[in-house]
């Protein structure tokens, strides 16, 4: 490979995704005159915010090789805990404590299947997206459970310095990821196990241990996502979070992490999630319809992963 | 080559369980089917097929060589990157290692180059017993002297090395005692200096005992 088709490759692995969201806000600029206002962006990103947390823990477990399908149904169960402990007059702490505590317990449960069951993620997942799903549904009998406290919906209505509260709660979980990623033992033995697992595991790591707290994390920021999906929509839905999974993805994927493991980033993930609501808002703004948009979207994630391969190194 | 020989690396190493037999290391027993256990008791392992095996050829140099090493150089889950870039500086600069810098990913180095950061991860994690299974396969002339060199300063330094090979001349250069396996098990036990190729082949194809 010639000097300059290595750079051209390497930039485009590194700013790809930038550039792509740059020139995607571009076109819109010039194709509408309501994109480009404060307003509106902040409305993308408090659009954003459940969708980027739920692709933290997406992130985590695409990078150690893996899967999540279940994040959407998780999604909805910690919702329906935390509203059902919020109705039962247990205290915002402790229902928002028993709804993360649920996301990750369910998460964990998750990796157990995949680590110590030997089960395909794909499967176990899909198995769970369905499990948890279901006790949403029969928790509430299939129906809402809403009307909470001012005080709780502060947590996505409030702001500071004009800022809404889900944008600060998205940079805060990304940055507190972002360093457990890049500077912990467990961050690096994630990377390990999606780049090889059996070279980490017989390095003296414990990977089916390590395997299984991934998907605990994305069971927590699943739970995270519920708590700001359900303070903004001052209600639980059981049937909140459908497809949430195939968002998640795409924003992991169009971040540039590479499905087959062991490489990406979360800055990638931010700017992947915010590829994906602009794009909606975009296509909103002018008028496009919502079976069209579902259409394009497909499109998009379609083009990224194809870019991906194409400027990535090959692998032996 | 169905002699048993990588089957008894990986065991020794803790990658793969054994149905009998105990592991000892310096008279300790090691628990079995336990890399984690293995590396504990001094046991380093160069695999036969580094790719596979050994490397994780989306880290880096350094990352490589610190993956069964963070344990010391983390405080409270923390990596200590100062530390690690140190120490892996200071392999890379001691076996000559050929990388332009530490952070440089090992998928783009070479075969020989590749196998020597393997065995600094084992150097920097203090390895009393090096279990090298075809240590110098797909390897070029250069590197396969360099490599037996690093090898003669293990031993000269009181490590223990265990290497399996087809190459008989390398067998019969490299070693101390020669044990020829067959069948999965242990023909003999040949002292190399009296050793000669047709000795090891007569055992090896159980022509003679």
Redo the contacts between chains.
């Keep these: 490979m010639s000097g300059w088709v290595r750079w051209f490759r390497g930039a485009g692995r590194r700013f790809g995704t930038v550039a792509g969201l740059m020139v995607l806000c571009a076109i819109l600029w010039t194709l509408t005159p309501h994109f480009l206002t404060v307003g509106n962006a902040l409305n993308v990103m408090e659009q954003t915010s459940i969708n980027a947390i739920v692709a933290v823990g997406m992130t985590y477990v695409i990078i150690s090789g893996g899967i999540d399908l279940s994040v959407g149904s998780l999604l909805a169960f910690s919702g329906i805990v935390l509203a059902e402990g919020l109705k039962a007059g247990w205290g915002t702490p402790l229902a928002i404590a028993a709804a993360l505590f649920v996301g990750a317990v369910t998460g964990v449960a998750n990796g157990a299947g995949i680590a110590f069951g030997r089960l395909p993620p794909f499967i176990m997942t899909l198995g769970m997206m369905s499990v948890a799903r279901g006790a949403a549904l029969l928790v509430t009998d299939g129906r809402p459970v809403s009307g909470f406290s001012p005080g709780f919906r502060s947590l996505a209505t409030g702001q500071a310095l004009g800022v809404p509260s889900p944008i600060i709660f998205t940079l805060a979980m990304y940055a507190g990821a972002h360093l457990v990623l890049s500077?912990?033992?467990?961050g690096?033995?994630v990377?390990?196990i999606?780049?090889?697992e059996?070279?980490?595991?017989?390095?003296?790591?414990?990977v089916r241990f390590h395997k299984t707290m991934v998907y605990g994390v994305s069971g927590l920021a699943s739970a995270v996502a519920a708590l700001l999906l359900t303070a903004r929509l001052n209600t639980a839905q059981p049937i909140a979070g459908i497809n949430y999974e195939l968002d998640a993805i795409a924003a992991t994927v169009i971040g540039g992490t590479s499905l087959s493991g062991?490489?990406g980033s979360l800055g990638g993930t931010l700017v992947g999630a915010l590829t994906m609501g602009v794009l909606r808002n975009g296509l909103n703004l002018l008028g496009v319809s919502s079976f069209l948009q579902q259409l394009v979207i497909g499109v998009v994630i379609i083009g990224a992963v194809l870019t991906d391969a194409l400027f990535k190194?090959k692998?032996? | 080559m169905g002699a048993g020989r990588t089957e008894l690396a990986r065991i020794i190493?803790g990658?793969d369980r054994s149905s009998t037999g105990r592991v000892l290391v310096e008279s300790r027993r090691v628990p079995p089917n336990s890399?984690?256990h293995?590396?504990?008791a001094g046991i380093g392992?160069l695999?036969e097929d580094r790719?596979?095996?050994?490397?994780?050829?989306?880290?880096s140099v350094g990352?490589n060589i610190?993956?069964?090493n963070?344990?010391r150089w983390?405080r409270g889950?923390?990596?200590a990157?100062g530390a690690e870039r140190e120490e892996a500086e200071r392999w890379v600069s001691e076996l000559h290692i050929k990388t332009p810098h530490v952070a440089e990913r090992v998928?783009r180095l070479s075969g020989g180059t590749q196998q020597k950061v393997v065995l600094a991860?084992w150097l920097a994690a203090r390895a009393k017993l090096l279990v090298m299974d075809e240590p110098t396969r797909g390897i070029d002339v250069g590197a396969k002297a360099e490599i037996y060199e690093l090898m003669n300063q293990l031993t000269d330094r009181g490590a223990g090395i265990l290497m399996i090979s087809s190459d008989l001349p390398e067998v019969l250069g490299m070693s101390d005692r020669i044990y020829v396996m067959r069948g999965g098990r242990i023909e003999a036990e040949l002292d190399a200096r009296g050793a000669t190729e047709e000795r090891v082949l007569q055992v090896a194809l159980g022509l003679a005992s």
């Design positions: 500077r912990t033992r467990f690096r033995y990377y390990g999606g780049g090889n059996e070279a980490t595991r017989l390095s003296g790591v414990a062991g490489e190194e692998r032996p | 190493a990658a890399p984690r293995a590396i504990r392992f695999p790719k596979r095996d050994g490397l994780v050829l989306t880290l990352e610190g993956l069964p963070l344990t983390s889950g923390i990596v990157r998928v991860r």
